[in-house]
């Protein structure tokens, strides 16, 4: 059997094809919520079959760039550059974290493609397409599916190949024409050996477990899954980061917005980066559980106390400690880091934020409360992860050792 090494870890070249599907903001509850009502019998099929569901958890700050980068390099933030979907570089400059140019380590898929072996990256938001087919690897973006070709596999219409129109990125059912182009593409090319399917989080934002446009979502999502396992792929099922509601009683948002606290308080601060920031501001209106901070030394004991006294925050630390403990890059990141609690979201200035652009209630994500994750695999993980991922130690950025290295066969 032939492995590859990325990022110093081995990855067995898998002699079928082998499918890891990111659902962004795909809450472990979403799926305990529907097994639970029986809305999801592929799923629950598949488990029943030697198929397993365990609990991972996810890079912090809960936010989809980190985490679909560390999902396809194996590696964390610190390793392979992209801390966040957006952050403040040494020059003082603002940048969304969607450029390869930020990227300091190989894809797994890059790799493989080097080698000859045939991949494929599938994304909804084409955000993260030209990271994901960085180094040579076939991606396509739902959001740009129109008018684009996979001349790898030899398609010049990926609408024609899926066989219908794509729907726009902020329609609620987006995520499946993504599942459809990797469907399409698995019975196009048999040759395909890893596909990476990445999802968008607008029904998770949207909607809590059991409402019904999650409702629709999971169906559909299980139906698509139900076609996948039927092609006799092993399939990977995990998640960027999870979700958690973040208003009040009345339904109003929740916020802190850290900018105006530390001014009242005559704090001065050089900027607040919301890493969440991203083209999508229709999602989450840019409003997070993370906060960076970036402020002169002489600043940040007063800038901590002030912080430390608001109801709902609750860790602050300086960039060496964010650093380590989260495992970011130290240049990428702010003098503070600033989580807050499940219920509570972090902005910048009110007058910066416009939360009726929001599709519904704020639901979000960023903080510590966000990193539980799905790992859901059809086929039982054994070996040397096994006892880990039944502690629930693993992490989303595990997925394809589990996938490629370490599944036994059908039950
Ligand atoms: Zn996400
Ligand atoms: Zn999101």
């Given at each position: 059997m032939k492995t590859i090494t990325v990022n110093d870890r081995p990855y067995t070249v898998p002699d079928h094809p082998v499918v890891v599907i990111t659902v962004d903001g795909g809450d472990p509850r979403y799926f305990h919520d529907a097994l639970d009502r029986g809305t999801m019998p592929r799923l629950r099929r598949m488990l029943d079959n030697g198929g397993e569901f365990g609990i991972g958890r996810s890079e912090i700050p809960s936010l989809t760039n980190p985490n679909n980068i560390s999902i396809v390099t194996g590696v964390s933030p610190a390793l392979h550059g992209i801390p966040g979907n957006y952050c403040r570089l040494p020059d003082g400059s603002l940048e969304l974290l969607n450029d390869p140019k930020y990227l300091r380590a190989p894809s797994i898929h890059a790799a493989f493609a080097a080698q000859e072996v045939p991949t494929l990256t599938v994304t909804t938001k084409d955000k993260l397409r030209l990271l994901l087919g960085h180094g040579g690897v076939p991606s396509v973006s739902v959001e740009r599916a129109a008018g684009s070709a996979l001349p790898r596999y030899g398609v010049s219409d990926v609408e024609q190949l899926v066989g219908a129109a794509a729907p726009d990125v902020?329609?609620?059912?987006a995520s499946h024409y993504a599942m459809r182009i990797g469907l399409a593409a698995l019975r196009h090319a048999p040759d395909l050996r890893l596909l990476y399917v990445s999802l968008t989080d607008r029904v998770q934002h949207a909607s809590a477990p059991g409402e019904e446009l999650s409702d629709l979502f999971l169906t559909e999502f299980d139906t698509l899954l139900g076609e996948y396992l039927d092609t006799g792929c092993t399939v990977a099922i995990t998640a960027d980061h999870g979700m958690n509601a973040k208003h009040d009683e009345h339904g109003d948002p929740r916020v802190h917005y850290l900018m105006d606290v530390l001014t009242e308080r005559r704090v001065p601060v050089d900027e607040v980066v919301l890493p969440i920031t991203d083209p999508y501001v229709r999602h989450h209106g840019a409003l997070g559980g993370f906060a960076w901070l970036h402020l002169a030394p002489e600043h940040r004991t007063a800038a901590r106390e002030v912080l430390a006294a608001?109801?709902?925050?609750?860790e602050i630390w300086d960039r060496a400690d964010a650093a380590t403990s989260y495992e970011l890059p130290a240049d990428r990141i702010g003098d503070l880091a600033v989580t807050a609690s499940a219920s509570t979201a972090l902005g910048r200035?009110?007058?910066?934020?416009?939360?009726?652009?929001?599709?519904?209630?704020l639901r979000s994500h960023g903080s510590r409360h966000e990193q539980f994750v799905p790992l859901i695999l059809n086929r039982p993980v054994r070996g040397p992860l096994a006892a880990r991922f039944a502690a629930g130690t693993?992490?989303?950025?595990d997925i394809h050792d589990l996938a490629l290295n370490h599944l036994g066969s059908f039950g």
């Open positions: 902020y329609d609620p059912l608001l109801p709902g925050i609750e200035t009110a007058a910066d934020h416009d939360l009726s652009q929001l599709h519904g209630k693993l992490r989303n950025r």
